[in-house]
């Protein structure tokens, strides 16, 4: 271990959990600033996301949103890629959703369904991905830029769709038509009574995700892509040099991320609104950045964080109720919080652990 | 006719406004090395300092100074992370968009207790429309007489400020030490350094500009164009000011006619919305508001000319490599 390197369970364990509670006391402070008391702020937020079966229920549907856009962040992440257009692709994702259960739900079971709800919102999303990628790997345009100029063209794309071709005849409202029982996912209260999820809309696409989890897992770390992904991610240059190609790697690499984004429309779509409506993503593809950042990009670390921005959610929902002037905005300035802490400022604290760790190493050394 | 287009063309030029201020506001960042995706959330962050302000002292001036504090603050904080800490530009931008969307909601809801707005501007809270001279007694010349009474007369001052800021960013990144310097750290800060110059504080200055311009990008919307604040009223114009920086190239004269040219979009969208154009059918409104967005896209894949950011942009500067 070389001078300034720092154990490992320092490098992945303490610096976050650091940069964490950064971004946690600060966010105490501003429920100071309102006039409330943060402590019991805390108290409740952790009753109502995990204090019963239902709160546990709505905590775990969040977070099976988040799984997704948080794996969708991270896999591009390996690449050196920033995909922020993650909403876009779970928005238009939605649509492969839609077509899969309109077109099956009177002829055949949810089961036979969800296999084709998969692939379509994960080719609907891989699509929405696939011209910013390609326009960054052959024509040098950011796909910083394009991904979010993609979220505002898919945003309008779909609401001019539901207004016209998608809308459920005779409606004024712009939204499809309510799925028949082919079109809709078990909820997981039906599936295990025993847990007593009540009326929380966590579904079976919970399990969905966690596969995706595990997949992804086999990909970057046990694949030759998920090794060309990494090395193209690490050092561009010397990856190209060894022979990948930067075209192929980047356009694969953002496909597969914008399928997982488009997958979380499962989620929302056939498991919980089963019907297509206009901004049901509301920001969880944003979400998905700050759980890819506060996991550290690894699948496990997504599990971890969806689940704590999924308890972040439902906690909020209970919070705002308990205490009027804490809205749901709170849970923004959480996530704006976690992302400026965890990601732009993650070295912030660095130098100083490091000088922390570093003098007692030497003096070992010394005695050695 | 003509009635119809110098209408729209004054639509045109008060919705591009917001554009412009944030857009000029961008470049000095952009062209200073440091990206900055943050423009969404300190206009928003702006729009509420100065709703608040102006409502509380009923002074349109104290709310525009209030806003370029917000403002400036966000990009000092934008500032500290990407070039104190060399964090990644992208991601503390997006923090920032988030803190402020989340913030001025929030304390809106505490402070005022109307569901995240500000209460509507008292008098002397809101920047006034200016009526040049004569421009009543001109009015029915015509040709002249509408360009002059509805076009060029008739906006608040911070429309006047945005124009008027296309020629100062010329001559300020054009024709001064600083400017020169300033561009020059965006395309090569290891010379910029070497030449005994601090590359961290012109871009400290840089994120200032950026922050006061956004400042009064953010005050005219809740200002001078509306009256007080509403929960994301910036609603993507920081983002469409980001659009028209790349099609306007990095350069602040191209920068005002991208700005138009969007802004000129979003008054036409309004103009149509509902009309039949013939031959055609309507147009879906949704189209116009995509297109600045598909614009953009089509400029960076190289179709229409090509986009070169600045070199350094996005690259934090590392003084030594150890």
Same mark, same amino acid.
């Given at each position: 271990m070389s001078a300034g390197q720092l154990p490992r369970w320092v490098d992945y364990g303490l610096i976050p959990f650091v940069n964490l509670a950064a971004a946690f006391l600060v966010s105490g402070l501003v429920v100071v600033l309102i006039g409330e008391n943060p402590l019991e702020a805390v108290r409740i937020l952790l009753w109502g996301s995990l204090g019963y079966g239902e709160g546990i229920g709505f905590t775990l549907f969040y977070a099976t949103n988040f799984i997704f856009t948080g794996l969708a962040v991270a896999v591009a992440f390996h690449a050196g890629? +920033?995909?922020?257009g993650g909403e876009g692709q779970a928005y238009v994702g939605g649509l492969g959703v839609t077509f899969a259960c309109l077109a099956l739900d009177h002829i055949v079971p949810w089961y036979v369904t969800l296999p084709f709800a998969i692939v379509g919102s994960a080719l609907m999303g891989a699509a929405w991905a696939f011209i910013p990628a390609w326009l960054q790997a052959?024509? !040098? #345009?950011h796909v910083v830029i394009t991904t979010i100029m993609f979220n505002f063209i898919a945003s309008s794309l779909m609401v001019y769709l539901l207004n016209s071709a998608? =809308? =459920? $005849? !005779?409606? &004024? /409202?712009p939204e499809t038509r309510t799925f028949e029982a082919g079109g809709r996912l078990p909820f997981l209260n039906d599936v295990? $009574?025993? +847990? !007593? +999820?009540?009326?929380? $809309?966590?579904?079976? #696409?919970l399990f969905v995700a966690l596969a995706a989890c595990v997949l992804i897992w086999l990909l970057i770390w046990r694949t030759k892509l998920g090794f060309e992904i990494r090395s193209f991610g690490a050092n561009a240059t010397a990856a190209v040099y060894a022979g990948i190609s930067p075209v192929r790697t980047i356009v694969i690499t953002m496909l597969i991320s914008g399928g997982l984004a488009g997958m979380m429309a499962i989620n929302e779509i &056939?498991?919980? /609104?089963h019907r297509l409506l206009i901004d049901f993503v509301s920001g969880y593809g944003f979400v998905g950045i700050a759980v890819a950042l506060m996991g550290r990009a690894h699948p496990v670390g997504i599990v971890l964080a969806a689940i704590l921005f999924g308890m972040l959610y439902q906690g909020g929902a209970e919070l705002s109720f308990e &205490? $009027?002037?804490?809205?749901?905005d709170m849970i923004i300035v959480i996530q704006g919080l976690v992302i400026l802490f965890a !990601?732009?400022?993650?070295? &912030?604290?660095r130098p100083a652990i490091t000088r922390l760790f570093t003098p007692s190493r030497a003096l070992a050394a010394e005695e050695a | 006719m003509f009635e119809t287009l110098i209408l729209i063309l004054d639509s045109t030029v008060r919705l591009s406004t917001p554009l412009l201020l944030a857009c000029l506001a961008g470049l000095y960042s952009e062209r200073s090395g440091v990206v900055d995706i943050g423009l969404e959330g300190k206009m928003l962050g702006a729009a509420f300092g100065a709703g608040a302000v102006a409502y509380v002292t009923a002074n349109a001036w104290l709310g525009l100074l209030a806003g370029i504090g917000v403002s400036v603050a966000l990009g000092l904080l934008h500032g500290f992370a990407s070039?104190?800490?060399?964090?990644n530009q992208i991601v503390s931008g997006v923090a920032i968009n988030f803190l402020a969307a989340g913030l001025t909601a929030l304390l809106g809801q505490t402070w005022f207790r109307q569901g995240g707005r500000t209460p509507a501007l008292p008098e002397g809270g809101r920047f006034r429309d200016i009526a040049w001279p004569y421009a009543e007694q001109l009015?029915?010349?015509?040709?002249?007489g509408p360009l002059y009474s509805e076009l060029l007369s008739g906006h608040n001052i911070l429309v006047y400020a945005g124009f008027l800021a296309v020629p100062l960013t010329w001559w300020v990144l054009f024709r001064t030490r600083f400017g020169l310097r300033l561009r020059a750290v965006g395309e090569n800060p290891a010379a910029v350094d070497t030449a005994g110059i601090s590359v961290a504080w012109l871009r400290y200055r840089a994120v200032i500009a950026c922050g006061i311009l956004c400042g009064f990008a953010g005050a005219y919307l809740s200002i *001078?164009?509306?009256a007080g604040f509403g929960v994301n009223m910036t609603a993507g114009k920081g983002f469409i000011a980001l659009a028209a920086l790349i099609f306007a190239k990095w350069r602040p004269a191209n920068a005002m006619f991208a700005c138009l040219l969007f802004g000129f979009l979003d008054a036409v969208s309004i103009r149509m919305q509902g009309q039949e154009v013939p031959g055609i059918g309507e147009i879906p409104v949704q189209f116009f508001q995509a297109l600045p967005y598909i614009l953009t896209v089509i400029l960076l894949a190289g179709f229409i000319g090509k986009a070169v950011p600045p070199? *350094? *942009?996005g690259i934090p500067y590392l003084k030594e490599r150890s």
């Open positions: 890629l +920033f995909n922020i052959t024509r !040098g #345009s998608l =809308k =459920k $005849p !005779g409606s &004024m /409202q295990f $009574p025993s +847990f !007593g +999820f009540g009326y929380a $809309p966590v579904n079976l #696409s &056939m498991g919980s /609104q &205490m $009027p002037n804490i809205t749901r !990601g732009a400022l993650e070295h &912030m604290f | 070039i104190s800490n060399r964090g009015r029915e010349i015509p040709v002249i *001078a164009q509306g070199k *350094a *942009a």
